[in-house]
């Protein structure tokens, strides 16, 4: 059986959905989580934003245990640059 690290993140994370890579030894699976339009800040206290919840959502969806890896903070980055 292949390992499974599951990647959670905006449309970003896509590029290694599906891809096998070598990990611990292992052949394991690049599983995509996709939580659209999250920016660092929605996930404040008192935040009652839709991509918080969808946030959740997704997060919960990853069995207890599992590896996973988030990928979040580009949109954040991009809206403070000044042009």
């Known amino acids: ?5 599951y ?4 449309s970003h994370s896509l590029s290694s959905a599906w891809q096998v890579i070598s990990w ?3 052949r394991t ?3 995509p989580k996709l939580v659209t ?3 660092c800040w929605h996930l404040r206290p008192g935040a009652v934003f ?3 919840h969808n946030f959740r959502a997704v997060a919960g969806s990853i069995p207890r245990g599992a590896h996973a890896l988030f990928l979040f ?4 980055c ?3 640059i000044i042009t």
């Open 50 to 52: 839709f991509p918080k």
């Open 73 to 76: 903070g580009e949109i954040d």
């Open 78 to 80: 991009r809206e403070g």
């Open 29 to 31: 699976v690049l599983v």
């Open 1 to 5: 059986t292949e390992a499974v690290i």
């Open 24 to 26: 611990g030894g292992r």
């Open 7 to 10: 990647v959670a993140g905006d």
């Open 37 to 39: 339009g999250l920016k």
